[in-house]
């Protein structure tokens, strides 16, 4: 293989959590483990806290200035890790969906006090559809949260997933003594406020008096019979069955203390899978290939609203990424090369020679770029398995002010581009209709054209509930169906013909009076 020490020393992944469950805390801790950032603090939440504009435009305009916030590259004991962020908030969970196309593995953080929330289970689904490795941080230890084995039976149960339990906690809350790690076995002290300086004690087994002068005799005993329990249930930790994504370790601790998290990343480096072989619509794409391969999962427009520039993130699936070289845009036939992809080190740009397998790459874009292109050496395939979503609301784009139709237009088309939102105009007319997932979709949509085409526009709530793409073998049978049901019908950015259904029994009626066309729903890109 020739970028064989490349590819071994890379891990790509992203921390998923229901909102507030310590995702931006822990991933601070990691950067500062990785020495990319210095204090804490720096890292911003990408998170918003209500359902207000105000707060996602705040996060906007940060990430205008440094968009390291999306990916941080940093290194960790030789390793280069690539850490992909996720908006938590579930009206921007299709981002976190395509974003997860392009990571190896997943941290998922659950919060020892609330348990399994609804983002947490998606996200879970997701990760299950693709097989993707997981393993389980269990946060906020410091405060009185459930029992421990009730914790991991309610996890096991709510997520379908099979757990590994790799630390084990004394207690909760005040309470809280720390961890005994099951593989090192060692006990990890926890001083509540001193952060990070957590007394690890090495002992020789666990009769070791040590255990009843650290823990008291009672935590003590406790401890003995819990670990005696789960190494007679869970035996040693089979690492083939977690990169099959069957089984998922688990580690507790509380990120803000810092505590526990240094367990999770010398564990997470140790087994966490490198950059894996790809799906594509023509063959298995291996990450050891010498020829380059890539695809981009997101786009973001005006990130800096000063420089007008969009900026395409490309995950490299194999061989190697140069700057300044020509590669083949498969869907559009097209060589294209890119003087200046940069790289998210730390906080800032940088304009970047070459990437290898599991890296991210920014490529600016005036236009080429839709979700799901791959970029080749020649060859033309993509990759599959890239999330479309169905959008659940829908509203009527109404222009304001006739004298920016062409701002508006250019700036819908732009946006929709980027993933938020899917844009339909109706049979035989020009009414543009949106579809997302979330009402604040609708707000940011509103809010980024007039900031950044300048176009003022409202929108009119439209009583469907579903989209569906439409296919027919008879092109004739697929027109009349059109025709007759114009209210109905329409055609998505890229002229395929959808329909739009009012409710789940027209929906169920239109399916079964016309068993000879095809209604997709969500659909894979490719
Ligand atoms: P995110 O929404 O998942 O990114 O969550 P944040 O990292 O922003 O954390 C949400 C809140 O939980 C913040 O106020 C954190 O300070 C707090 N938090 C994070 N980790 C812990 C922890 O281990 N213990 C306690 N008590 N609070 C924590």
Redesign the pocket.
């Known amino acids: 293989m020739k970028y064989e020490k490349e590819i071994n020393r890379r891990k790509t992944f992203a921390i998923i959590?229901?909102?507030?469950?310590?995702?931006?805390?822990?991933?601070?801790k990691f950067l500062l483990f990785g020495g990319a950032i210095q204090t804490a603090g720096a890292v911003k939440?990408?998170?918003i806290k209500k359902h207000a504009t105000s707060d996602f435009m705040e996060i906007e305009r940060q990430r205008g200035i440094s968009v390291a916030t999306s990916v941080m590259t940093f290194e960790y004991k030789d390793f280069l890790i690539n850490l992909l962020d996720t908006p938590?908030h579930k009206d921007f969970a299709e981002d976190t969906y395509r974003t997860l196309t392009a990571v190896d593995s997943v941290v998922l953080?659950v919060d020892s006090v609330n348990g399994v929330e609804d983002q947490t289970r998606r996200l879970i689904e997701v990760c299950r559809m693709r097989d993707t490795p997981v393993i389980v941080f269990i946060?906020?230890?410091?405060?009185d949260g459930k029992n421990r084995f009730d914790l991991l039976e309610e996890i096991e149960k709510e997520l379908k997933l099979t757990l590994h339990p790799m630390t084990f906690p004394i207690n909760s809350g005040k309470d809280f003594k720390g961890v005994y790690n099951l593989r090192e076995k060692n006990l990890v002290l926890f001083t509540p406020g001193t952060r990070a300086d957590s007394e690890s004690v090495v002992i020789e087994d666990l009769t070791d008096p040590v255990l009843d002068k650290k823990l008291g005799e009672k935590d003590a005993e406790t401890l003995r019979e819990d670990v005696e329990l789960i190494e007679g249930v869970y035996g040693d930790l089979d690492t083939e069955a977690y990169l099959a994504g069957q089984v998922a370790p688990v580690f507790f601790?509380?990120?803000?203390?810092n505590?526990g998290v240094k367990e999770m990343l010398d564990t997470f480096i140790d087994i966490a899978p490198v950059p894996r072989d790809r799906n594509t619509t023509l063959r298995e794409v291996s990450a050891g290939e010498d020829k380059f391969s890539g695809f981009v999962f997101k786009i973001h427009a005006n990130l800096d609203p000063k420089h007008r520039d969009r900026i395409a993130f490309l995950r490299v699936c194999s061989g190697k990424f140069e700057r300044n070289k020509y590669y083949k845009h498969v869907r559009l036939d097209k060589d294209l090369r890119f003087s200046n992809p940069y790289s998210f080190m730390a906080r800032s740009k940088d304009i970047i020679e070459d990437a290898y397998p599991g890296d991210v790459v920014g490529l600016f874009d005036t236009g080429n770029f839709k979700i799901g292109d791959t970029l080749t050496e020649g060859e033309k395939f993509y990759f599959t398995g890239i999330p479309s979503f169905s959008p659940e609301i829908f509203k009527e784009l109404v222009n304001k002010d006739p004298m920016k139709t062409k701002q508006m237009e250019k700036g819908i088309a732009q946006l929709t581009d980027e993933g938020v939102a899917q844009l339909f105009t109706q049979y035989g007319g020009t009414k543009k209709i949106i579809g997302c997932v979330g009402e604040l979709q609708f707000e940011v949509i509103q809010y980024r054209l007039l900031q950044e085409y300048g176009a003022a526009v409202e929108f009119r709530t439209l009583p469907f509930y579903k989209a569906c793409w439409l296919s027919c073998n008879d092109g004739k049978m697929l027109a009349d169906f059109m025709r007759f049901k114009q209210q109905n019908t329409g055609e998505d950015k890229d002229g395929n013909p959808v329909y739009l259904a009012q409710s789940e029994w027209f929906l169920n009626t239109e399916i079964s009076n016309n068993p000879d066309i095809h209604f997709a729903f969500s659909s894979e890109v490719i």
């Open positions: 959590s229901h909102p507030d469950a310590g995702k931006t805390t822990l991933t601070e939440s990408n998170k938590g953080v946060n906020k230890m410091d405060r601790g509380s990120a803000v203390n505590f």
